[in-house]
């Protein structure tokens, strides 16, 4: 049988792909957690349309996987996009229109409007600028790389004054971690068994940890996480991590 054309190729590693994250979608949904956690947010249901123009975009064997925690507020849990801040989505990815149904509860302060949303996200900002200026354009960063997410939940908390905030699943109870945990981990085995990359680079310190417990055999290193919550990343956080990088192996 002669070999299948490379286009071919690309839409079913891509079905699958989607696959995989549609089982995760699922099995996420059928998650309840303990308090910290008040609501959870899956943008991999309701942004949908979001994600898969962006996996549209990606390689189907690239040689470099960037692994971040979970969706932020004003990122993935906007746009379904991966560190998804509105206007790099819109002007660095080149994705203009995005279908969504927001979750139905949604919290007032924390709403989903899609590429609607007028906050931006530093996370999101700062990673995808960095591609922006190494690669200049979406197409030559997607020839080997990729961003994609560890964790598919959004985690809202309420506080004791009553007013909600961001929960990271780090700071989840131990039981839920584990059962989440669980299936993240199995997800992240999946795909990067279909990616074959060379090596997975972890968006800070948890995903780099995620990435070393679940999967075997594939480089890992860890980047300085892009979030203003570190004071280390607000000081030439691209500078910084270019060298990282750099120093890896990772870029030349």
């Known amino acids: 049988m002669p070999p299948l054309p490379c286009k071919i190729l690309l839409i079913m590693t891509n079905s699958l792909f989607l696959e995989l994250y549609r089982n995760l979608r699922e099995k996420a949904d059928t998650l309840t957690f303990l308090p910290p956690v008040s609501r959870t947010y899956n943008p991999?249901?309701?942004?949908w349309h979001g994600f898969s123009q962006y996996t549209a975009m990606c390689p189907d064997?690239?040689?470099?996987?960037f692994l971040g925690m979970n969706p932020g507020p004003w990122g993935?849990?906007?746009t379904g996009v991966p560190f998804g801040e509105v206007g790099a989505v819109r002007n660095f990815l080149g994705i203009h229109k995005i279908s969504i149904t927001p979750p139905e509860n949604t919290h007032p302060a924390y709403p989903v409007k899609g590429l609607e949303c007028s906050r931006s996200e530093v996370s999101g900002k700062r990673l995808?600028?960095?591609?922006?200026?190494r690669f200049g354009?979406?197409?030559n960063f997607f020839r080997e790389h990729i961003v994609l997410n560890y964790c598919p939940l959004l985690f809202l908390k309420k506080s004791p004054d009553g007013r909600a905030g961001n929960l990271t699943p780090d700071k989840l109870a131990k039981p839920d971690r584990e059962k989440l945990f669980a299936l993240c981990d199995e997800?992240?085995?999946?795909?990067?068994?279909e990616l074959k990359p060379e090596v997975v680079v972890g968006v800070g310190a948890f995903a780099e940890k995620r990435a070393q417990e679940a999967l075997?055999?594939?480089?890992?290193?860890r980047i300085l996480h892009p979030s203003p919550a570190s004071p280390a990343s607000n000081q030439d956080w691209?500078?910084?991590?270019?060298s990282q990088l750099i120093d890896s192996g990772v870029w030349q």
Do not use: H, S
């Open 44 to 47: 991999l249901r309701y942004a």
């Open 61 to 65: 064997n690239p040689r470099v996987v």
């Open 76 to 78: 993935m849990t906007q």
């Open 128 to 133: 995808w600028g960095l591609f922006r200026d």
């Open 137 to 139: 354009t979406a197409e």
């Open 187 to 193: 997800c992240l085995r999946q795909v990067i068994a």
């Open 216 to 221: 075997k055999g594939v480089k890992i290193v």
């Open 238 to 242: 691209a500078g910084k991590v270019t």
